[in-house]
């Protein structure tokens, strides 16, 4: 019988990067050896099966991304390498031996043929594969950049970094545009939001997922950032200057995010707890799910939006079941609640025994039904 999610996925080492496919049902991984590995996933029992593992990396591969058009996986490395493999295969197409003069950090697919890279020393390089160089070069961080996202024109490059600031690179007119003022604690992810009005909701049972999410963003005008003081900041997209909100978790930090719906985010903490967080009005929601006691380091939506897959020290790559977010809408009222309660599970194999999160909401309509303790106010 076809399980709620594919069953874990055991790797030989922690892994640091997962991602899933935009279109088909694939997850590939990074690991701390260097190693890199393409799966098949599937709710059926057994059906989940490793296609092809590579051993380019000299070091801990760092991230790994799956191009715009599902063909290139773009791997990136603690050895300054960057590395290009077809997803058939896992063949080495293209590869750029001392990418960086620092070890890398993230990846990320612009365009088609355009690509950004981000290393340990805050420098940001954005390649074009038809050139096999890059065009644009800038050391605007001065600790490492953790994140970058891009809106749907590919025109905006953010980025997140451990200086506490938020950076804009205009790719179409190659140039740096600005930095935020500094936050507190590193910035550890950056992603993009439509916050729209109460009820509406985004289209997500499509291939591309990533790419539509994007573009609703950029009319929602949000941006949000994660922060290793657990703390989530909001700007505005035409206020990159400074924050326009901030949501304080009770987590010890949050290093890793990827938006689900329109206005909710999943997170991923030191504590092992991935927890479900929507945005404006701020939020947590629950627990999706948990890696007991080991530290979360990615996070990843499949296409549609229904399934998340996490990785953490443990050696292991998790499925959590999120098709139940799409139908939680919080509002402005916020209920009385005793304040350092257990997270409510927003899953079957969430801690607490996937309890049934609607309740609130049958007993007390009138109550935000994702309200929980373990939330707090904006400022």
Not at 83 to 89: F, G, I, S
Not at 107 to 119: Q, S, Y
Not at 189 to 195: A, E, F, I, N
Not at 351 to 367: H, I, K, N, V, Y
Request: glycine share 10%; charged share 25%.
């Amino acid at each position: 019988r076809p399980r709620d999610t594919p069953e874990d996925i055991v790797l030989e080492a922690a892994a640091n990067a997962i991602a899933l496919h935009p279109a088909r049902a694939l997850l590939a991984a990074g690991d701390v050896d260097g190693d890199v590995y393409l799966f098949s996933y599937s709710c059926v029992p057994g059906d989940t099966r490793e296609l092809w593992s590579s051993g380019h990396h000299l070091k801990s591969c760092r991230d790994v991304a799956f191009s715009l058009d599902g063909h290139k996986l773009f791997t990136v490395s603690k050895d300054k390498s960057i590395q290009v493999l077809t997803v058939e295969a896992g063949c080495l197409e293209t590869r750029f031996s001392k990418a960086h003069s620092s070890a890398l950090n993230c990846v990320l697919p612009v365009t088609e043929h355009v690509f950004a890279t981000g290393d340990e020393g805050g420098a940001l390089k954005v390649w074009d594969l038809r050139k096999g160089a890059t065009v644009l070069e800038a050391q605007e961080h001065e600790e490492y950049i953790s994140a970058m996202a891009v809106d749907a024109n590919g025109k905006l490059l953010l980025t997140a970094s451990g200086d506490g600031t938020l950076g804009v690179f205009n790719i179409k007119r190659r140039r740096f545009e600005l930095l935020s003022e500094p936050q507190n604690g590193d910035l550890t992810s950056v992603v993009l939001l439509k916050v729209g009005p109460e009820g509406s909701r985004l289209d997500l049972h499509v291939p591309g997922l990533h790419l539509i999410f994007l573009h609703c963003a950029q009319r929602g005008k949000k941006v949000a950032c994660g922060s290793s003081e657990g703390t989530i900041y909001l700007f505005n997209w035409d206020g990159f200057g400074a924050t326009s909100d901030r949501f304080a978790l009770r987590a010890e930090s949050v290093d890793c995010m990827v938006p689900v719906t329109e206005n909710i985010v999943c997170t991923g903490s030191l504590d092992g707890v991935i927890r479900a967080v929507n945005v404006l009005p701020n939020r947590v929601l629950g627990c999706v799910g948990q890696h007991t006691g080991e530290p979360i380091e990615q996070l990843a939506v499949a296409p549609g939006g229904r399934l998340l897959a996490s990785c953490a020290h443990d050696q292991k790559v998790k499925f959590w079941d999120t098709s139940a977010l799409a139908a939680i809408v919080v509002d402005d009222y916020r209920k009385k609640k005793k304040r350092g309660g257990p997270l409510r599970a927003l899953s079957s194999k969430a801690a607490g025994g996937g309890q049934d999160f609607f309740a609130d909401l049958r007993d007390e309509p009138e109550a935000a039904p994702g309200d929980s303790g373990d939330s707090g106010d904006s400022d």
